[in-house]
């Protein structure tokens, strides 16, 4: 994506939410693209980004022993191709109540650029992450460490989270509504279409105030 359609994508997600991508991809593709039900440590935060992903499996020490699969290890074969503006999804195939990152770990996506995270799990530390310059959107907040129960096994693979396929350099768009997964190829044209269905949606709750001035 060169310089100038990054900024009229940038332009285009400040105007819309996401119901309106949502209602933009229906219109393009029957797949499901949204994700419902998340939850944020930093509200009010608009994440947008293509994805790079991280999927973890249940933690065996004999079968996946950590010296080889850890968390810093796989975050960096993630960005190996570039770290500015990506989202780190990370993808708990069902572990769904087990923490995938705190505060600790996810300072990496801080500390490299990255535009947030979105957690097919729940996240740990939501204080400290509230403090780091990205987004993030999970499946709610707990105080336990999870990685006696899953260890993360693979980067930059297609990952399925709430049922949406994520792949790597798909964009991932969320906000307080909830989340939806764009392909790349056409992120500009579904934001754009999303933008049009704002506009008209906008209009026409702005024709029934004029119709009811009292209201």
């Known amino acids: 994506m060169t310089a100038r359609e990054n900024d009229r994508l940038q332009d285009l997600a400040a105007r819309v939410r996401t119901p309106d991508v949502v209602d933009a991809m229906g219109r393009m593709h029957r797949h499901r693209c949204h994700?419902?039900?998340?939850?944020?440590?930093?509200?009010?935060?608009?994440?947008l980004g293509p994805a790079v992903t991280i999927s973890f499996l249940p933690a065996c020490g004999e079968a996946l022993p950590p010296e080889q699969f850890n968390f810093l290890r796989l975050f960096h074969d993630a960005?190996?191709?570039g770290a500015q503006g990506r989202v780190l999804v990370l993808a708990g195939n069902g572990h769904t109540g087990i923490s995938l990152g705190g505060g600790t770990k996810l300072s990496l996506v801080a500390v490299h650029g990255l535009a947030g995270v979105l957690a097919d799990g729940r996240l740990r530390d939501f204080v400290d992450i509230a403090t780091y310059d990205f987004a993030a959107y999970c499946l709610g907040e707990t105080s336990k460490w999870g990685g006696d129960v899953v260890t993360p096994f693979e980067a930059n693979r297609p990952v399925v989270v709430s049922g949406v396929t994520v792949r790597p350099g798909d964009y991932v768009f969320a906000d307080a509504s909830?989340?939806?997964?764009?392909p790349a190829a056409q992120v500009l044209s579904v934001f754009e279409e999303a933008n049009?269905?704002?506009?008209d949606e906008a209009t026409f709750v702005e024709s029934i105030r004029r119709e009811n001035p009292s209201d």
């Open 35 to 47: 994700i419902d039900d998340l939850v944020s440590p930093t509200p009010g935060r608009v994440l």
């Open 79 to 81: 960005i190996a191709q």
């Open 178 to 182: 909830g989340a939806a997964v764009i």
């Open 196 to 199: 049009r269905i704002a506009q």
